[in-house]
């Protein structure tokens, strides 16, 4: 254990980071909140996209990655949906998606262990679910 991560976690990570796609040849503008509390649709013709204070220059899947994580029950459709549209296979999605995941966690763990080692508790949750549950692989 290493400030409080199991070092199967860190293990883990470690191969999560090593399997990570190689960084992205497009920057485009991106959303980067892209939740779907920040859609505005009449019908199924999106009128707006809102909440623009994390938006910045990236990976166009970075915004795919928030619409697909934050489906909840639907998130396995909805990366379905997100392969089709884009023609990236569902492992790459799934591999690209992951590595996110990792990425994000890791990032509110070391806050927590810095600042609330309280809040640190979810986190190694949070990263149990992705690194044992395979959150991204276990949901076909």
């Not at 470690?14 to 503008?29: G, H, M």
């Amino acid at each position: 254990m290493l400030g409080g991560v199991p070092r199967h976690q860190l293990d883990s990570l470690a191969v999560i980071a090593e399997n990570a796609p190689e960084p992205a040849r497009t920057t485009v503008p991106v959303h980067a909140d892209c939740y779907w509390d920040n859609w505005l649709a009449d019908g199924d013709t999106l009128t707006a996209l809102l909440d623009f204070e994390w938006a910045r220059f990236g990976d166009p899947l970075d915004d795919w990655f928030f619409l697909v994580k934050f489906s909840g029950p639907h998130m396995p459709a909805v990366l379905d949906l997100v392969a089709d549209a884009t023609s990236i296979p569902k492992d790459v999605l799934r591999t690209e998606f992951e590595t996110r995941s990792a990425m994000f966690l890791v990032s509110d763990l070391r806050i927590a262990l810095e600042h609330n080692p309280k809040m640190a508790a979810g986190n190694i949750r949070d990263l149990e679910e992705l690194i044992v549950g395979r959150y991204w692989w276990s949901k076909r």
